[in-house]
């Protein structure tokens, strides 16, 4: 695999995104995102987190600027081949996304169908997951007939089921009462000792301290800064350890 | 609420397996991704209405192109060699000679004089019994069939006539198709109906079927957009979306193909009891069955392509 900084995962160079003809909600955007670390985007509402995340996730292009992915710049890349890199992200929608028509474990079980997991691999996977995630209960039932939590945590547990290299979470707490947010935190944080990547957005400042090792970056205006340095000071993880 | 923080073990042996790029199908469950109207939606239903539509019109067509072909092909080479002749000796001396004098030619291929016998039976029910017998019968023309090698032409008939006209004065030459002509005029412009209903109601089932492939994919944008950001990529999501489209068209072209069938059948025997040789003549052959089976056909291939065409397009605006 190619590699832009040795051993990034992703690495933002002036990106810059506006949407039509408005003002840019966000502005030379740089940073580099290493393996197996954890972060924080914070920032006001309106800040452009959604706007970085669905960059991340590769549901838009930037308007200038490379956004690179696994040592892969994505603005170059054939269009062919970007399932496969989504494929290596999770995502946890700030609405979910969850399909309506669709029960709870077959939302879940939905990357690995598309990854073409045989059916008989995924039913214990998806009840486990569900189980992990405190929902084994409600595994037939449709979204619509649960609460904005539980809808949370379905959401969660399809973005985590097929091991994710980056997990990407747009306020993932934001539905839920602070002790299911301090618990949805440690499952990330779990997650992210098994070697994923996490980024969080939250404009949640609590949440930041919760989570000792995580790097924030914060998002004003479209513009980032670098509390801890983490930016200006990446953590160089060895790669090996994945 | 029983969360544990502890990443399932299996979670490890999917991961290793979902990583390609590849694109198989998504499950055989896949189809529940799309919510199905099937034979509650309209879809199966215009798709079957618009079959049976154009397997009639279709049908029509064919018998009428069957019917002129037949008709067409007995008489397209056929001559009617009159003579007009009160006295009867004079007449029988001049049909000899005309019979004679035609036979000799290289471009006729068969030449035959109408019995008397037979074109008396033939007059007798319009004219009486007594047509043609003693003294005061009614004159009659003697008749020869004559069957030309090729096709009557204008060229041929006017020197058919030239030659026949200094030895055989009383001798009138009549193409055969030519009486006809107006019946082939008729059938002709029927054709053309059959043919423009057939290509009207092909154009509307294509729109309908657009029609509805794009309102399918219209209320389930948000769950294509989902896939594809969940990594699916364009040839299974444009599969999805054929495959649960050609289920409903083979259901509505089968009905549709049915419901033709049943009425070109009823339509068959009523014309069958006619009893008349030239709508004999229209009937189905082989091949033109094999036609009407090819229109459901053809509509499940029309409404898959439109499906894809139409779901590929939308994901190409998407990155
Ligand atoms: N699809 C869009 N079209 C136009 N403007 C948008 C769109 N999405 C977001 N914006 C604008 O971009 C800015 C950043 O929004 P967003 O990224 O959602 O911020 P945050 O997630 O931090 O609240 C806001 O001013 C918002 O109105
Ligand atoms: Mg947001």
């Given at each position: ?242 | ?49 618009m079959t049976?539509l154009t397997v009639i019109a279709t049908a029509a067509g064919l018998?009428l192109a ?125 054709q053309w109906l059959a043919i423009v209903l057939v290509l009207l109601l092909a154009a509307t089932s294509a ?53 033709g ?30 036609y009407l089976?090819l229109v459901?056909?053809l509509a ?20």
């Open positions: 695999m190619m590699s832009g900084s040795d051993g990034a995962i992703v690495q933002f160079d002036n990106v810059g995104l506006r949407y039509g003809a408005d003002a840019e909600v966000l502005s030379d955007v740089s940073f580099t995102l290493f393996p197996g670390s954890f972060y924080f985007l914070t920032g006001a509402s309106g800040a452009g987190k959604t706007s970085l995340l669905r960059l991340l996730y590769l549901a838009q292009r930037p308007t200038r600027g490379v956004v690179r992915m696994f040592g892969t710049d994505t603005i170059t890349v054939p269009r062919g081949h970007l399932p496969g890199f989504r494929r290596r992200i999770g995502v946890v929608f700030q609405d979910f996304r969850l399909v309506p028509h669709l029960s709870v474990s077959d939302n879940v079980a939905l990357p690995l169908r598309i990854s073409g997991v045989a059916e008989a691999d995924i039913r214990k996977p998806v009840a486990d997951m569900l189980a992990w995630v405190g929902l084994d209960q409600r595994a037939g039932a449709f979204p619509a007939t649960l609460s904005g939590g539980e809808q949370q945590r379905v959401a969660i547990a399809r973005a985590v089921i097929a091991r994710p290299e980056v997990l990407v979470a747009d306020e993932p707490t934001g539905n839920v009462d602070p002790d299911m947010a301090l618990k949805l935190l440690r499952l990330f944080e779990a997650l992210n000792r098994l070697g994923t990547t996490v980024v969080v957005a939250t404009h949640d400042v609590h949440l930041l301290q919760k989570v000792p090792d995580s790097l924030i970056m914060r998002l004003d205006r479209g513009r980032l800064s670098d509390p801890t340095g983490a930016l200006r000071y990446p953590p160089r993880r060895d790669p090996a350890v994945l | 609420m029983g969360t544990r923080f502890a990443i399932p073990p299996e979670t490890d042996t999917v991961s290793g397996k979902a990583r390609s790029s590849a694109s198989p199908r998504i499950g055989e469950r896949s189809s529940g991704l799309i919510q199905q109207a099937r034979l509650s939606g309209p879809m199966p239903w215009v798709i079957a209405i049976a018998s069957n019917l002129a072909e037949n008709a067409r092909s007995e008489i397209a080479g056929g001559l009617t060699v009159q003579i007009v002749e009160g006295a009867p000796m004079e007449r029988d001396r001049q049909a000899e000679l005309a019979v004679t004098l035609l036979e000799e030619r290289a471009d006729i291929a068969r030449v035959r004089r109408v019995p008397d016998a037979e074109l008396h039976a033939l007059l007798a029910p319009w004219l009486g019994s007594e047509v043609g017998s003693g003294d005061d019968a009614i004159p009659t023309p003697a008749l020869i069939d004559v069957q030309l090698v090729g096709d009557v032409t204008g060229a041929s008939l006017a020197e058919l006539r030239e030659s026949l006209a200094n030895s055989v004065p009383a001798a009138r030459v009549d193409a055969q198709a030519g009486w006809l002509g107006p019946v082939f005029a008729a059938i002709s412009s029927l729109a309908a079927v657009w029609l509805a492939a794009r309102s399918a994919l219209g209320s389930n944008r948000d769950t294509i957009e989902i896939v594809h950001l969940l990594g699916g990529n364009d040839r299974q999501i444009a599969g999805i979306f054929q495959r649960s489209i050609a289920m409903d068209a083979v259901i509505g072209g089968g009905i549709g193909l049915l419901l069938l049943v009425a070109i059948v009823l339509l068959g025997r009523q014309f069958a009891r006619l009893g008349s040789g030239m709508v004999a003549g229209g009937g189905l052959g082989p091949a033109d069955w094999l089976a459901p056909v499940v291939v029309l409404a898959v392509l439109t499906a894809r065409v139409t779901v590929l397009s939308a994901l190409r605006r998407m990155l």
